[in-house]
């Protein structure tokens, strides 16, 4: 956008009364940390002066502090199984105003079609969201998932206003054993100079290394100081993540702190956050709050949240709150405690009010097809009790794999209290293929679960002792054409449908979170452990990117072998 | 060029030795400050990594330091009067392996095939050199350069690859004013995402915003650290300037240093540095020299030497000791003295060879079309001794205006100690025409000065008091097709030719230095005073964008008035 006219010179110039004037406040210079007791001009959605200006409409801030409207350097918007402008009207109010979305879990089900959804949808945000494009569908080479993106795909994307640069780059053994595929999706940023993603986490120098080589500039993945300190010294950009599972922000700032670390090479993000945590705790904001009250210099802080992000993703005129710059702005009470009293996208204060949702696409509401071979396929005849058994753990997404005895009836698998049937469907493009498992650690009696949200494939899976629930559940998802369900032997299902590719819903949050939180109180009733959230650890159940051992339509995956076992 | 590739892989992996490795140096981090004990394995000019490795070839850096190469971030190597490769060379092994140079005096010269001599020419250099296209030629409109250069000529220019952005905006009063030329200028590189170099100084915040929003994002004519501050508030990146004749460095490091300001917002520059300044002191080295002798804690000296400008002009893969970057190093005895033991560039080490000059354009040889109306010109008939008088101050380049009585002796003017006769003849397209003025300070008895430098429009200035030298002079320009000459009446001219656009010359530094410093003994012989740098001096009386007053081919121009004055 023009900013450099007549009009908005004059009102630069102070020639004339700029459209509108915040006046008295504390403004933050995030290019040299002063706070100033300054008016802000703005015009055009622009900030055309900091100083003393008049304007046609004034507001009063009373002194009250001005900062950058804050960014989310990377997230996923599928995570809250909301519709995603839900997501964004919750967080804009609480001052996030750019988000950096990665589409995985959309891509994963619907390709292309659920990028441009995403696009679609967030448009009508009055916030801006920027799309990385996603590097790995599917997360691995053998899935089965709803559709692959090669890098012949993404040139087209390459041109779209909305595309940043390329997604999170899970396939990280591929980066370095320069597989062919993804040297050709990284040339094509890289070569473009645009901004790659990373998710190393925990990679040693060298890896890191030949990561930057290989064009990536960030990672969201280092849980500790020192791993995060491996990628900053290759110019890697830090992510600092704090969402709803995965909370890394006190360990590295405590490490940035009691080393005095610069931090310019970190920025905030949440990755995944449910809408009740941006509710209770706020979004980004939180992480502000977070760092601040673990001892870090505030300006640090909102520095992290706001031009750091901007420069590393190279959002020219985001970020800052001066002249040229977009008017995104947060108005605060107190500068240390993050009170955010209001928030301005370009130049007009936000409201929280929910866009109306777009039209979704037919195929989008239409994702679930499972060539189903009928009950039989519950039955899982066993030749012995020796099984290969996957273990959830608690409170983690990573699994543990043993062989056990498991019990036998009639020559067929006979849950227990600990042992469960867990199969999974191809739920994509109907080809029959079904993986069966044996789970320990949710202990159901009498019943069975079913979703339609399974990293990252997100094929169908059931979970139960009971093969008439289990059949009722699927039927369900095929019914309501994807979601959750809960089923208690001999009763109707209790549903959640994730009607947007199987995977979220556009019915408002409130209501979503008091079914769910019905559905999750049956689960427990059935015998899911208080420790775990039925859900949600099922939707972890299928992804192979993940340690030890996980579910596939192919059978059961060992991650550390790369081997699939047969339940027979 | 991509560095990912299968060899890369695995000597950054340790599998292959690397083709060299520097071992055992004490490395500083520009990401996170640190200096780490390791060895650096350089492989296809580039740093493949940084720990330990071996190398088929290794040198040992027995605990030396190494830091990225330094840039200057603006510079003209025109104004060396030696052909650009001579400054590169020397600065080269003083440390300095990027270049952003404004080629400002070959365009205002020879246009378009100016600034490709000077690409050319450097293109043999090993060193990074980029050009800002030069956005004001001539400097002010009613200039009579050579050549003009408008936003037309300039869209073709955007797919050199050695064009980095526009350079230094001169015309303030254009941005500020929006004229139209000025704004296609603009928004041809604003809106490519292009860099765009200000010449601001000492604008007022309102100013100095507009400059922003006009696109406008280094600033190198600061010279207080409050002028700095003005413009780095508005995300405008000051290049700190210390070169032959401004120096800034002290003023705007103090004030840093007093304030605790970061130095993000900060970088070095030279601007113009004569050569034989760069052979004394050092060239970007003196820079960092300076500031850590100030107190600057020296990896922010450094880091505004190298990563804080790569940034800044988005020059990805330079400017810092990591994979993936271009290996530009130097490695030092002595940190905090910025001790140069060696400089590598592109992984291989500088032996400071001076290129062959490429072949030069014949146009660029035959500059200097005079369409000289013969030795009457310097007649001088005035009416009345009172007259406008430009007045030259030592050691500055400002100049101040007087009117004053001047001796009159039948009908012409007949110079003194005091006054004398300065004449700027129009040499670029023989047009004949001629300015007149009365100059005050360089009291020259019985002979004449002459220049084909003069800033910006390089048109030959003739100054004496008698006019048989002064026509000698004149034609001596002409005979060598430009350069500098002064002739002691009834003597032989002595000469030093500046055969390549009136600017340059390709004779030996060392040569050039021995000529003018007997011609320049000459002039003081000849009565400049010993404060004034005859032929520097006289090169800046026709730069019309300078106060007071300057010549120029339509007379005395007053520059606060914007108005001229014959003298008559």
């Excluded at 990755?271 to 210099?297: F, M």
């Excluded at 420069?311 to 009470?333: E, N």
């Amino acid at each position: 956008m023009n900013i450099y006219t007549k009009s908005n010179a004059e009102y630069t110039l102070g020639k004339k009364k700029a459209p509108l004037v915040l006046k008295n406040g504390r403004v933050f210079n995030v290019f040299t940390n002063e706070i100033i007791r300054a008016d802000v001009a703005l015009a055009d959605g622009m900030i055309v002066g900091i100083g003393e200006y008049e304007g046609e409409r004034e507001e009063n801030l009373d002194g009250r502090y001005v900062v950058p409207g804050f960014m989310d350097a990377h997230l996923h918007l599928e995570s809250t199984l909301l519709n995603p402008t839900q997501l964004i009207s919750q967080a804009l109010i609480r001052g996030t105003t750019t988000y950096i979305v990665d589409p995985h879990e959309a891509a994963n089900v619907s390709g292309l079609d659920g990028i441009r959804y995403i696009i679609e949808e967030t448009r009508q945000c009055r916030a801006n969201v920027y799309v990385m494009a996603p590097s790995c569908v599917p997360s691995v080479p053998f899935e089965k998932s709803g559709a692959r993106i090669e890098a012949e795909d993404m040139e087209g994307m390459l041109s779209w206003p909305e595309i940043l640069g390329l997604g999170e780059v899970m396939d990280v053994p591929a980066v370095l054993n320069l597989e062919d595929g993804m040297m050709k999706k990284l040339s094509l940023f890289r070569e473009r100079g645009r901004v790659i993603d990373g998710h190393g986490g925990s990679l040693d120098e060298r890896e890191s290394a030949l990561c930057r080589m290989a064009g990536i500039r960030t990672d969201h993945e280092c849980t500790t100081y020192e791993d995060a300190m491996r990628e900053a010294r290759n110019g890697i950009h830090i992510l600092i993540r704090e969402g709803t599972a995965a909370r890394n922000l006190t360990a590295i700032v405590r490490g940035i702190l009691e080393h005095g670390t610069s931090t310019d090479s970190f920025s905030f993000c949440t990755d995944d956050k449910h809408i009740e945590d941006i509710i209770r705790d706020g979004h980004i904001s939180h992480n502000i709050r977070k760092a601040i009250s673990l001892g870090l210099d505030p300006r640090e802080a909102y520095k992290m949240a706001t031009i750091h992000t901007a420069r590393c993703y190279h959002l020219d005129g985001l970020g800052a709150v001066a002249p040229g710059y977009q008017a995104d702005l947060v108005v605060l009470d107190d500068f240390e405690k993050v009170a955010i009293h209001s928030v301005y996208y370009r130049g007009e204060r936000v409201q929280g009010i929910l866009p109306k949702p777009c039209r979704i696409p037919k195929p989008l509401l239409n994702t679930v097809h499972v060539d189903y071979p009928g009950i039989e396929v519950f039955r899982m005849p066993l030749e012995t009790g020796r099984q290969p058994v996957i273990e959830v753990q608690p409170g983690e997404i990573v699994t543990k794999l043993s062989f056990e005895d498991v019990p036998v009836e009639n020559g067929r698998f006979a849950p227990s209290d600990t042992h469960q049937k867990l199969l999974l469907f191809e739920r994509h493009h109907g080809t029959g293929m079904v993986g069966k498992g044996i789970l320990k650690g949710f202990s159901i009696r009498g019943g069975a679960l079913a979703s339609t949200v399974g990293h990252d494939s997100h094929n169908l899976i059931v979970i139960g002792d009971d093969d008439e629930s289990m059949d009722r559940a699927l039927r369900e998802l095929i019914r309501v054409q994807g979601g959750y369900t809960v089923v208690k032997k001999g009763t109707e299902p209790m549903t959640l449908p994730l009607e947007i590719m199987g995977l979220m819903t556009a019915v408002p949050y409130q209501d979503v979170q008091k079914r769910l939180k019905k559905m999750i109180e049956e689960a427990h009733s059935l015998g899911v452990p208080s420790g775990i959230d039925p859900f949600i650890t099922m939707s972890f159940l299928a992804l192979p990117v993940i340690p030890e051992v996980r579910i596939t339509s192919m059978g059961v995956y060992d991650t550390k072998q790369s081997c699939w076992y047969q339940v027979k």
